[in-house]
């Protein structure tokens, strides 16, 4: 009887962990499309992003193209976080770099 009893716990024990197996995957299942469908809605929006994607399909013309070059100027500072009035004049140097005192 010992043998017996000790399988039926070892079989309850597998159905439990199978349950929680399945029901975790339909879990998962549930959340994924919702979160892809709404960040391709606020992402289709992008006027950037149709920007970049034209700048793409031109190629290695994209290169001499000035809105391409504009296009990726304006992504590379939202990727690294900056303002776009920093980067508006980078060619002005900062009056308290090129002030001497005392010299």
């Given at each position: ?61 994209a290169l001499e193209d000035d ?37």
């Amino acid at each position: 009887m010992e043998g017996k009893t000790g399988a039926r716990i070892v079989a309850i024990m597998l159905a439990a962990v199978a349950l929680t197996a399945a029901l975790v995957s339909l879990i998962r299942e549930a959340e994924g499309p919702v979160v892809r469908a709404v960040l391709e809605a606020r992402t289709s929006e992008d006027p950037l992003r149709q920007d970049l994607r034209r700048c793409q399909q031109l190629g290695n013309a994209a290169l001499e193209d000035d809105s391409c070059r504009a296009a990726w100027a304006q992504s590379r500072d939202r990727f690294l976080g900056r303002e776009r009035a920093q980067t508006a004049a980078p060619n002005v140097p900062d009056a308290s770099a090129t002030s001497v005192e005392g010299r």
